[in-house]
């Protein structure tokens, strides 16, 4: 049976570079049978965490209503989760990181987790990549059970649409037929 594999992508760009990579993954995913969705991040409504305890002290539901409540539930269901985002200073997309810490309201509910990330930047060197993934890795420690797949970077781009030839393609595709 196919897994739920779930495509967050944290790019503002759509159709940018991290965003086609996400692609490439859904359909390697589906290609091999597995149900895939993705999410634009930018299109949805998502407030920041303001701390304020509602969920984690109090146990009561998110102050804020907004898509979050459908994307942790969609988090929590699937089987597969692929967190894509460009370097943004070293680090993830706002629009990622946002997301991720949203997620304290029901976060050690995500559990058993495959994760997968695809990670965009101009640098070339991959050493600078690894410091984003600093960021999901310390996610990652959050999350039960939460298991490093893979990684696909797409480096050395920066204009939307160049990672077209780039051989981060076919790995983004290949990957996502493997989950
Ligand atoms: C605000 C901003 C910050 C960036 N910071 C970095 C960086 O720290 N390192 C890097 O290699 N590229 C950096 N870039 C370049 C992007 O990572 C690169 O253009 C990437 O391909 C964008 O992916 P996307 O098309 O999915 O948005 C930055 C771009 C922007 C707009």
Same mark, same amino acid.
Not at 35 to 62: H, P, S, V
Not at 111 to 137: P, Q
Not at 143 to 167: Q, S
């Given at each position: ?29 589906? @290609?091999?049978?597995?149900?895939? +969705? *993705?999410?634009?991040?930018? %299109? ?6 303001? !701390? ?14 907004? @898509?979050?409540?459908?994307?942790? +539930? *969609?988090?929590?269901?699937? %089987? ?6 460009? !370097? ?20 050690? +509910? ?70």
């Amino acid at each position: 049976m196919g897994k739920k594999v779930l495509i967050l992508s944290g790019s503002p760009r759509k159709g940018g570079n991290s965003d086609t990579l996400c692609d490439q993954f859904l359909l390697g995913a589906a @290609d091999a049978g597995n149900e895939a +969705e *993705k999410i634009f991040i930018r %299109d949805k409504n998502i407030k920041y965490c303001l !701390a304020c305890g509602t969920c984690y002290a109090k146990k009561e539901a998110c102050v804020h209503h907004d @898509d979050m409540t459908g994307i942790i +539930e *969609k988090m929590i269901n699937a %089987d597969v989760i692929v967190m894509a985002t460009p !370097a943004y200073f070293y680090a993830m997309s706002g629009q990622m990181k946002v997301l991720i810490d949203r997620t304290i309201a029901r976060f050690l +509910e995500i559990r058993d987790k495959d994760m997968y990330f695809i990670l965009t930047a101009h640098n070339d060197e991959k050493a600078s990549a690894e410091r984003v993934m600093e960021g999901f890795k310390g996610y990652m420690a959050c999350l039960p059970g939460a298991k490093e797949k893979g990684v696909v970077y797409g480096l050395g781009v920066f204009d939307a649409g160049e990672i077209k030839t780039h051989p981060a393609m076919q790995e983004a595709y290949e990957t996502g037929k493997s989950v």
